[in-house]
């Protein structure tokens, strides 16, 4: 058995396999374009492409793809052979460098937001060289970023390299008034935890409601479901731990650092997560993920589900988005230093991401917003959906006593002052965690639990990486211009913790009372996807873009448009779904059932029981009940479906689908899962919550 350190990254034309494949010269040449981000010139990219096409063929690939990440939230993919015609009927295995570089998919079909017509199908997809090429299933891929003809972005990835690049020329402001010469770069990393559910096979192909939303739609709720804690980092079952090992060994070569796997709160949920890495790989690293997820699952005989609430009565499955910031040097801008500078540029730093996270509080809720992630948000599993920052104890009194000039630590303490020369050393990581926390500080790095699991990690970072970069220049604006920067940094960051206060908070965000205290702090509640929606072309949102050319205002309002219509479709189908459930299946058997109580109990009157057939009778009564409740709640629900054809626009649309549709899907579910409960197990038509949540062994 091959050791881990032999097989890791073997599927990856990386670093190493670079420098034995690549002349010096061309590996020198390559490394010098990638770092200073510029142009590959074509005769640079012919000697990059066929060394990749070598090392490729030798590992059993015949064809490429360029690989990207469209606005479906899933990866996409176009696959060609290397093979071209040669004379006597032959074929020569070739890939030029014109390749490499670009592609030309067809991108009719891609979601756009309006900004090209259906008939204007061309779109170009860009090598990503700061992303590593990697063989899966035998195709070479290739990661790239996704534009249209015109040159907007149609992907997730080209606004992330926008938004790190904007982030890395705001913060290297910063690091030289400090005095770090040697530092030439500045890198945002990211460690994406993905939660998921795992189960047997069997009983997702008798769920139409898992096939066709990926979450059911009805279920009354098992006698035992996650109260005991006791599957919550449990004993893995060997099932699953097979199932695990073949996913680390695939990932692995893929050069994916997983690092932990364990079983989460609900039964048949688990976790895993990776080592952080640059964020623009992270986002790449984690959609391979979840395919593999997926993939591997089935050759095991389960499904993974990646929804975020597949279950009603559990935890739903989120993704923790681990966010930091590091210079090229290797020092984490977000970690407590040794002496007064490093502690005074590290306040500077966190003092940005407090202004940041405060001024687009409504950006970050829209950044993982979708219906899915609605079922989850507020609930005893995940954030509530107001959005605040988790500091600690020992942090929030160190900026409370900057912001208030009082000691710190005590009368007998002397006043903080930010100047250098006065700055004491910093405890380190002394404080819990908070798991109800939106956005929690956990050493040396954020970590923001609002996304939900099927998420691409692409869309908070762009918000995050942007809103920072804003913060980064509107503090070397002003420091740069003073004359006494040490004064200048002191009442900076004092101004900057007077103003932004209200967004720390570390105390219970499950409290009821949290809501309240939130809204006399003047923090956003957005509860529904529709609610964040309404913000996100907000004046201050276009100029925070715009300015550091992120998106432009055309992206940005195409981008709304995506989502509002997403959110609808995704409604739409569920109800769709729940309509052929509950037509189909649920009101035929439950009519068929009735009918055999109806039987029993005359065959009993029959036969003159003393007792006479009170249970049938009762029940036959309760049931009729409640499948007349089921069927004027559904047709209900398909008036209204209708009535949504009426709305204007995309965001009047989503708003009478989260009003109307849902509550409308809602009220139906309540009903049907009270059936289930009544009804004989053998005649329900669908497998029950018990069987599927305990369906591993």
Same mark, same amino acid.
């Given at each position: 058995?091959?050791?881990?350190?032999?097989? +890791?990254?073997?599927?990856?034309?990386?670093?190493?396999?670079?420098?034995?494949?690549?002349?010096?010269?061309?590996?020198?040449?390559?490394?010098?374009?990638?770092?200073?981000?510029?142009?590959?010139?074509?005769?640079?990219?012919?000697?990059?492409?066929? @060394?990749?096409?070598?090392?490729?063929?030798? %590992?059993?690939?015949?064809?490429?793809?360029?690989? +990207?990440?469209?606005?479906?939230?899933?990866?996409?993919?176009?696959?060609?052979?290397?093979?071209?015609?040669?004379?006597?009927?032959?074929?020569?295995?070739?890939?030029?460098?014109?390749?490499?570089?670009?592609?030309?998919?067809?991108?009719?079909?891609?979601?756009?937001?309006?900004?090209?017509?259906?008939?204007?199908?061309?779109?170009?997809?860009?090598?990503?060289?700061?992303?590593?090429?990697?063989?899966?299933?035998?195709?070479?891929?290739?990661?790239?970023?996704?534009?249209?003809?015109?040159?907007?972005?149609?992907? %997730?990835?080209?606004?992330?390299?926008?938004?790190?690049?904007?982030?890395?020329?705001?913060?290297?402001?910063?690091?030289?008034?400090?005095?770090?010469?040697?530092?030439?770069?500045?890198?945002?990393?990211?460690?994406?935890?993905?939660?998921?559910?795992?189960?047997?096979?069997?009983?997702?192909?008798?769920?139409?409601?898992?096939?066709?939303?990926?979450?059911?739609?009805?279920?009354?709720?098992?006698?035992?479901?996650?109260?005991?804690?006791?599957?919550?980092?449990?004993?893995?079952?060997?099932?699953?731990?097979?199932?695990?090992?073949?996913?680390?060994?695939?990932?692995?070569?893929?050069?994916?650092?997983?690092?932990?796997?364990?079983?989460?709160?609900?039964?048949?949920?688990?976790?895993?997560?990776?080592?952080?890495?640059?964020?623009?790989? @992270?986002?790449?690293?984690?959609?391979?993920?979840?395919?593999?997820?997926?993939?591997?699952?089935?050759?095991?005989?389960?499904?993974?589900?990646?929804?975020?609430?597949?279950?009603?009565?559990?935890?739903?499955?989120?993704?923790?988005?681990?966010?930091?910031?590091?210079?090229?040097?290797?020092?984490?801008?977000?970690?407590?230093?040794?002496?007064?500078?490093?502690?005074?540029?590290?306040?500077?730093?966190?003092?940005?991401?407090? %202004?940041?996270?405060?001024?687009?509080?409504?950006?970050?809720?829209?950044?993982?917003?979708?219906?899915?992630?609605?079922?989850?948000?507020?609930?005893?599993?995940?954030?509530? @959906?107001?959005?605040?920052?988790?500091?600690?104890?020992?942090?929030?009194?160190?900026?409370?006593?900057?912001?208030?000039?009082?000691?710190?630590?005590?009368?007998?303490?002397?006043?903080?002052?930010?100047?250098?020369?006065?700055?004491?050393?910093?405890?380190?990581?002394?404080?819990?965690?908070?798991?109800?926390?939106?956005?929690?500080?956990?050493?040396?790095?954020?970590?923001?639990?609002?996304?939900?699991?099927?998420?691409?990690?692409?869309?908070?970072?762009?918000?995050?990486?942007?809103?920072?970069?804003?913060?980064?220049?509107?503090?070397?604006?002003?420091?740069?211009?003073?004359?006494?920067?040490?004064?200048?940094?002191?009442?900076?960051?004092?101004?900057?913790?007077?103003?932004?206060?209200?967004?720390?908070?570390?105390?219970?965000?499950?409290?009821?009372?949290?809501?309240?205290?939130?809204?006399?702090?003047?923090?956003?509640?957005?509860?529904?996807?529709?609610?964040?929606?309404?913000?996100?072309?907000?004046? %201050?949102?276009?100029?925070?873009?715009?300015?550091?050319?992120?998106?432009?205002?055309?992206?940005?309002?195409?981008?709304?448009?995506?989502?509002?219509?997403?959110?609808?479709?995704?409604?739409?189908?569920?109800?769709?779904?729940?309509?052929?459930?509950?037509?189909?299946?649920?009101?035929?058997?439950?009519?068929?059932?009735?009918?055999?109580?109806?039987?029993?109990?005359?065959?009993?009157?029959?036969?003159?029981?003393?007792?006479?057939?009170?249970?049938?009778?009762?029940?036959?009564?309760?049931?009729?009940?409640?499948?007349?409740?089921?069927?004027?709640?559904?047709?209900?629900?398909?008036?209204?479906?209708?009535?949504?054809?009426?709305?204007?626009?995309?965001?009047?649309?989503?708003?009478?689908?989260?009003?109307?549709?849902?509550?409308?899907?809602?009220?139906?579910?309540?009903?049907?899962?009270?059936?289930?409960?009544?009804?004989?197990?053998?005649?329900?038509?669908?497998?029950?919550?018990?069987?599927?949540?305990?369906?591993?062994?």
């Amino acid at each position: 058995m091959k050791k881990v350190s032999e097989y +890791f990254g073997c599927n990856v034309f990386n670093d190493s396999v670079m420098k034995e494949r690549l002349s010096e010269d061309v590996y020198r040449q390559l490394q010098r374009t990638v770092k200073q981000g510029r142009h590959l010139d074509v005769g640079l990219a012919n000697s990059v492409a066929s @060394a990749m096409k070598d090392w490729a063929i030798e %590992k059993g690939a015949t064809h490429f793809t360029h690989w +990207f990440q469209p606005m479906t939230g899933v990866t996409a993919e176009k696959h060609d052979s290397f093979v071209v015609p040669a004379e006597g009927g032959k074929v020569l295995m070739e890939f030029s460098g014109k390749e490499l570089i670009q592609g030309e998919p067809d991108a009719s079909s891609f979601p756009s937001g309006g900004l090209r017509a259906t008939f204007e199908a061309r779109g170009y997809t860009a090598w990503d060289a700061t992303s590593y090429a990697f063989i899966k299933d035998g195709v070479l891929c290739i990661p790239t970023a996704f534009c249209s003809y015109g040159g907007h972005a149609l992907d %997730k990835k080209t606004p992330l390299l926008r938004s790190m690049e904007t982030l890395n020329r705001q913060a290297m402001r910063i690091v030289r008034l400090f005095g770090n010469e040697d530092v030439t770069s500045v890198n945002v990393t990211v460690g994406a935890e993905q939660e998921y559910f795992l189960i047997d096979q069997s009983v997702f192909d008798k769920r139409k409601d898992l096939i066709y939303t990926g979450r059911t739609l009805f279920g009354a709720r098992p006698p035992k479901g996650q109260e005991l804690g006791d599957h919550y980092f449990g004993a893995i079952k060997p099932r699953v731990q097979r199932f695990m090992t073949e996913l680390d060994e695939e990932l692995w070569k893929l050069g994916i650092l997983a690092k932990t796997e364990h079983n989460e709160a609900a039964p048949a949920q688990h976790e895993l997560a990776p080592v952080y890495t640059t964020t623009n790989i @992270a986002a790449d690293h984690n959609q391979l993920t979840m395919e593999l997820m997926q993939k591997i699952a089935r050759k095991h005989g389960m499904v993974c589900l990646l929804h975020e609430k597949p279950f009603a009565g559990v935890n739903g499955s989120g993704k923790h988005n681990n966010w930091s910031i590091s210079t090229n040097t290797g020092v984490n801008l977000l970690n407590p230093g040794d002496t007064p500078a490093e502690n005074a540029q590290f306040l500077l730093f966190l003092c940005a991401v407090i %202004k940041a996270v405060d001024d687009s509080q409504e950006l970050l809720r829209i950044s993982i917003a979708s219906a899915g992630n609605d079922h989850r948000l507020g609930a005893n599993e995940a954030p509530p @959906a107001i959005v605040s920052i988790f500091l600690g104890e020992e942090l929030t009194e160190i900026l409370t006593a900057i912001k208030n000039d009082t000691p710190y630590g005590g009368k007998e303490k002397e006043l903080l002052k930010v100047g250098v020369h006065t700055l004491p050393r910093f405890p380190k990581d002394t404080t819990d965690r908070n798991r109800t926390s939106p956005f929690a500080f956990t050493g040396n790095k954020f970590e923001f639990r609002m996304l939900g699991s099927s998420d691409s990690i692409s869309e908070c970072n762009v918000v995050l990486n942007t809103a920072v970069a804003e913060s980064l220049r509107q503090f070397a604006d002003e420091l740069e211009a003073s004359d006494d920067r040490e004064k200048a940094l002191h009442d900076l960051i004092r101004r900057v913790v007077t103003d932004h206060s209200r967004i720390i908070f570390n105390g219970n965000g499950y409290d009821a009372a949290w809501r309240f205290e939130a809204e006399k702090r003047g923090l956003c509640n957005l509860k529904s996807t529709p609610d964040a929606l309404a913000h996100y072309l907000d004046e %201050k949102n276009v100029a925070l873009f715009t300015s550091h050319k992120v998106y432009s205002e055309e992206e940005m309002r195409a981008r709304c448009e995506i989502m509002n219509e997403n959110y609808s479709k995704i409604i739409n189908i569920e109800a769709l779904a729940m309509l052929d459930m509950v037509n189909k299946d649920i009101l035929p058997a439950e009519s068929r059932y009735i009918h055999e109580l109806a039987d029993t109990a005359n065959a009993k009157a029959a036969l003159a029981f003393s007792v006479a057939c009170d249970y049938e009778t009762e029940l036959v009564k309760e049931l009729s009940s409640l499948e007349s409740a089921v069927y004027a709640k559904k047709k209900e629900l398909e008036s209204d479906m209708i009535a949504a054809n009426d709305c204007e626009d995309s965001a009047s649309l989503a708003r009478f689908s989260r009003d109307r549709i849902v509550a409308d899907m809602t009220q139906l579910r309540i009903l049907v899962d009270e059936l289930e409960m009544k009804t004989d197990a053998k005649c329900w038509p669908y497998p029950s919550y018990g069987s599927i949540l305990f369906s591993v062994k």
